[in-house]
């Protein structure tokens, strides 16, 4: 199981000026190891969990302990979440995807721009805290979907390939209550290229476990 905060790919006022440097180093170096910190502390006498790692945990969060599973579960799923957010963002990002991932949200929703439409769409849609998704379903295909608070799309039997954050922590230094202007900066910073990579590794995984 791996409890480490993952280094982040840039500097942190490397996605200026759509994502400020204070948010982001707020944002990892405080939240995202909070999370990391109190899943230690949760499974620290917990050896059976230990020997499983992170995903099969939150995918049958039936397996933790009663008395501890909904602090399992949201620190798990921060920890979890946010690994894949970092690995969606770089400066000079953003623009159309191109390639399989480019052909997949093509084959799946019609063209880009209504992809993007109905993800925005969603990403507002979600009231309070809580997360978007471009996610594959148990058939391979992709769907856009939101969870609340810090659930991760596994619990649900998806995988994740494209996250927004949408809590206030990730926005709220910058543009206050303007979720709306933050979500249009964020697509400004998506690298397209491990969006692209996630897809195709997700999807090998799916083919494997079908039957």
Same mark, same amino acid.
């Given at each position: 199981?791996?409890?480490?905060?993952?280094?982040?790919?840039?500097?942190?006022?490397?996605?200026?000026?759509?994502?400020?440097?204070?948010?982001?180093?707020?944002?990892?170096?405080?939240?995202?190891?909070?999370?990391?910190?109190?899943?230690?502390?949760?499974?620290?006498?917990?050896?059976?969990?230990?020997?499983?790692?992170?995903?099969?945990?939150?995918?049958?969060?039936?397996?933790?302990?009663?008395?501890?599973?909904?602090?399992?579960?949201?620190?798990?799923?921060?920890?979890?979440?946010?690994?894949?957010?970092?690995?969606?963002?770089?400066?000079?990002?953003?623009?159309?995807?191109?390639? *399989?991932?480019?052909?997949?949200?093509?084959? &799946?929703?019609? =063209?880009?721009?209504?992809? !993007? +439409? %109905?993800?925005?769409?969603?990403?507002?849609?979600?009231?309070?805290?809580?997360?978007?998704?471009?996610?594959?379903?148990?058939?391979?295909?992709?769907?856009?979907?939101?969870?609340?608070?810090?659930?991760?799309?596994?619990?649900?039997?998806?995988?994740?390939?494209?996250?927004?954050?949408?809590?206030?922590?990730?926005?709220?230094?910058?543009?206050?209550?303007?979720? *709306?202007?933050?979500?249009?900066?964020?697509? &400004?910073?998506? =690298?397209?290229?491990?969006? !692209? +990579? %996630?897809?195709?590794?997700?999807?090998?995984?799916?083919?494997?476990?079908?039957?």
């Amino acid at each position: 199981m791996n409890l480490q905060l993952p280094a982040l790919p840039f500097e942190y006022g490397a996605l200026e000026p759509y994502i400020d440097a204070t948010t982001m180093e707020i944002h990892h170096r405080g939240y995202h190891a909070m999370y990391i910190d109190r899943l230690k502390q949760l499974l620290a006498d917990q050896e059976a969990l230990q020997r499983m790692n992170l995903e099969e945990v939150v995918s049958d969060i039936r397996v933790v302990p009663e008395e501890i599973r909904q602090e399992v579960r949201n620190n798990a799923g921060g920890h979890l979440n946010h690994s894949l957010f970092w690995h969606c963002l770089k400066p000079g990002g953003g623009g159309k995807p191109t390639g *399989v991932i480019a052909d997949a949200i093509n084959s &799946n929703f019609g =063209d880009f721009r209504k992809f !993007s +439409d %109905l993800f925005t769409e969603t990403a507002l849609s979600r009231f309070g805290s809580g997360w978007a998704w471009l996610c594959l379903n148990s058939t391979g295909r992709l769907e856009i979907l939101t969870t609340p608070n810090q659930d991760s799309p596994i619990m649900l039997g998806y995988r994740p390939v494209l996250g927004l954050d949408v809590w206030e922590h990730a926005y709220f230094l910058k543009y206050q209550n303007r979720r *709306v202007e933050y979500v249009e900066a964020w697509w &400004n910073v998506i =690298d397209w290229g491990n969006v !692209s +990579d %996630l897809y195709q590794h997700c999807l090998e995984m799916v083919s494997r476990s079908s039957p």
